[in-house]
């Protein structure tokens, strides 16, 4: 498996953008921010998938931004490396939320290329039914839309988007270059 960016696959991750964690010790809800986008370039998980990413993929993040009622790609990675936090936080040093991945066996860090990488000029690329239509993922499924739940209630366009890509989804290489031309043709 190989990509015209990378010898891994390029993904798509969906994250918590005000993400809060109970802390036992100073007895509060604390913030995690993770992914970073900010100097260090870090993301962790649990999630194994995370290893199929090699030097030079992309990785694009995705949430919902709850004062905007929709879902939008926030960042990407031109991935710098990727492996077990054990190996990976040491070896960058890496001081953000990503630093915890050293401490949990099978916890997994990617690191993005800080001269590669990008935020988007907030709120970033709307990740809409039209970008979403154009998607083909690697399986081949594409995100379905007009569909009920168990309950026979119609799922909402940003529903139906956030359902589809709550794990981890590998990009084919059109998937990459149709995101990347989106955000240069935004400005973003």
């Not at 007895?27 to 199929?52: A, I, M, Q």
């Not at 077990?84 to 099978?106: K, M, S, T």
Request: proline letters at 4%; charged letters at 30%; hydrophobic letters at 35%.
């Amino acid at each position: 498996m190989g990509s015209r960016y990378g010898e891994g696959s390029n993904l798509l991750i969906t994250y918590i953008e005000d993400y809060r964690y109970y802390d036992e010790e100073q007895g509060s809800w604390v913030p995690h921010r993770d992914p970073t986008f900010e100097k260090e370039w870090s993301y962790c998980t649990g999630n194994r998938r995370l290893l199929l990413c090699r030097k030079g993929n992309h990785v694009f993040f995705h949430t919902t931004l709850a004062e905007h009622h929709r879902r939008f790609i926030t960042a990407y990675f031109v991935t710098k490396d990727v492996g077990l936090g054990q190996e990976i936080v040491p070896r960058y040093n890496l001081v953000g939320p990503a630093r915890h991945a050293e401490e949990i066996e099978d916890h997994y860090v990617i690191v993005g290329d800080e001269k590669l990488s990008r935020k988007m000029r907030e709120p970033g690329l709307r990740f809409d039914r039209s970008l979403a239509e154009r998607l083909v993922f690697d399986p081949p499924k594409r995100i379905r839309f007009n569909i009920t739940n168990r309950l026979g209630r119609r799922l909402s366009e940003l529903e139906c988007i956030a359902y589809a890509t709550r794990n981890v989804r590998i990009l084919t290489d059109e998937d990459v270059e149709a995101i990347l031309l989106e955000i240069n043709r935004s400005g973003l």
